[in-house]
């Protein structure tokens, strides 16, 4: 690299990517290395001359380019895009796709290199993009509308990597027909309208009694799994919802935080056997109503009222149900609602912050005394699963068929109700740690066909891909699940710190493992991971001290434990691992 004194600049960067580089290389890797070769000769390199393009750096499955303008940009890039589908057209299984991105911000300047959130963006809308795609941010949308003939698409806010706010992302619909419609005067395709978007808040218990709690929180959670099975509508996981629980916070800062277009609150009055349920959706932009109502009814009414909110809020941000929409959300789980309230108090102590050996005894009682209720009732039998589960993965019972106990209930709940996205998603679970891979991926599709909207299921596949030798392919669903569930997603920031690490991709490993450290600054999981990642980097003496970091934390880690419990398809992925590790910290 040149030397030379860092300075900043402003600049349209474009960040691009192979689809399915690990697949290609494992498959034919001279092969892939000599088509790749001859594109760059014949199509993007002397695209990129030919609109001032300077070539930053390449990397085996990508490419970082800056340009002066983003006019020059983006007719690069659509220019690359439609190139390589007229030549995949003939390529047959050879075809190679990408990905690019595109951003114009503020750089840093460093010799021949830059660095700022100016690229961060421009690398992150890549790694959203469809293959074949162009994914542009809103800067870059401002500067070349009306200036460039082509059609672009509002695809929405997405809550993306090391940056602080969502993001509006762009589509740039890639078509020769489109330009060509544009010269002759013609009008180009509709813009696709953004996805409504919309945030439920914990209801309020306003029953005077703190043992309701629990009440007000699963009509809430129910609620955003009824929307969640829309596909028209974006709906931000419970997780993130309920980090404002008992929080008086604006709305619009709410819809900020989240990047949501509306927010759904309301208020529970339990008494007896009536409850009065208030609820309202509010505009996260302006602040205003979008509706409200009021419900007066008896508990044995409750999964109407639920029914009956759904489709008000649906109805309200004009989108369509589909036929099996709506009678998902139409559906009652139970008719024994003491079953249900017991399912309730169980799934409160599962998702709550308590995780011992107690809240594992309190969780299997209840949903054991709601299967004794209605024994046809699937969601309990999940809920065994999941707890069950749990506690195979920490020990805290001492029980030997844990596991075993786990994939159970998990096929009887599904036996119970075939169509519950919460059973099909804990069969995956189950699958992952049985290291059936196939047999995750069939369960995890299953449960994002029902629900569209699972960051849970979409954070599963993308595990799945990091252990099935692709772990590239894992980041657009895990940058997905982080969009609907923005604020508590440490955890995929460990997965997606993986799927860096096992695809050789050190330093941006590095830095998501210390995005999920400062989110979860006790885990141990992501420190031993971390020093993997930094002995392939040589940096030993800060994989040393992350290392003693580690030991306060848990005296007994081991990477080979750690590591052996994974379900790697490709040993050589789990080696990686290991040599990395033993690089600066051998055991």
Known sequence: MAEGR????LAAILAADVVGYSRLMETDEAGTLARLKTLRQNIIDPSIASHSGRIVKLMGD?????????????????????????????????????RIGINVGDIIVEGDDIYGDGVNIAARLEALAEPGGVFISRTAADQVRDKVPINIEDRGDF???????????????????????????EAAPSKRPRTPSIAVLPFVNISGDAEQEYFADGISEDIITDLSKVAGLLVIARNSSFTYKGKSIDIRTVG?????????????????????????????????????????????????????????????????????????????????IEAHDLFLRGREALFGPEKTKESFEREVALFTQAIELDPDYAEPYVGLAQAY???????????????????????????????LPYAHSVAAIVKFWE??????????????????????????????????????????????????????????WQFIGSAYLIAGQYQKAVEAFRERIRLSPKTDL??????????????????????????EINPNYRISEH?????????????????????????
């Open 62 to 98: 990508g490419a970082l380019v800056e340009f002066a303008s983003a006019v020059e940009a983006v007719t690069s890039a659509v220019e690359i895009q439609n190139k390589m589908r007229e030549h995949n057209a003939d390529a047959g299984d050879n075809a190679i796709w990408f």
């Open 256 to 336: 900020r935080e989240l990047g949501v277009t509306s927010v759904l609150e309301g208020s529970i009055r339990r008494a007896g056997n009536r409850v009065r349920i208030t609820a309202q959706l509010i505009d996260a932009t302006a602040g205003t109503h979008l509706w409200a109502d009021r419900y007066d009814r008896d508990l044995t009414d409750i999964f109407v009222v639920q029914d009956e909110v759904t489709r008000q809020i649906v109805e309200a941000l004009k989108v369509t149900l589909t036929p099996a929409e709506s009678a998902r959300i139409a559906r009652s789980p139970t008719r024994n």
């Open 526 to 551: 992501s420190r031993g991971f971390l020093i993997a990642a930094l002995g392939h980097l040589g940096e030993v003496d800060e994989a040393r001290r992350v290392w003693a970091e580690l030991k």
């Open 435 to 492: 290291k059936d891979l196939a047999g995750h991926r069939e369960e995890v599709e299953k449960a994002l066909a029902l629900n569209p909207n699972f960051a849970l299921a979409l954070r599963m596949r993308g595990v799945g891909n990091i252990y099935n030798g692709a772990p590239l392919e894992a980041i657009p669903d895990l940058e997905h699940a982080l969009r609907l569930d923005p604020l508590v997603g440490h955890l995929t």
């Open 6 to 9: 860092a300075h900043r600049r």
């Open 389 to 419: 589960n749990h506690d195979f993965q920490n020990h805290w019972s001492g029980r030997t068929d844990s596991q075993q106990l786990s994939g159970h209930y998990s096929r009887l709940a599904l036996e119970k109700d075939p169509t």
């Open 563 to 587: 590591v052996g419990r994974l379900p790697f398809r490709d040993p050589a992925d789990a080696e990686r691992i290991r040599v990395g590790f033993a690089m600066a910290v051998p055991e």
């Open 159 to 185: 809550a993306v990597k090391n940056i602080a706010r969502p993001i509006q992302v762009f589509c740039v619909v890639v078509d020769d027909r489109v330009a060509k419609a544009a010269q002759r005067g």
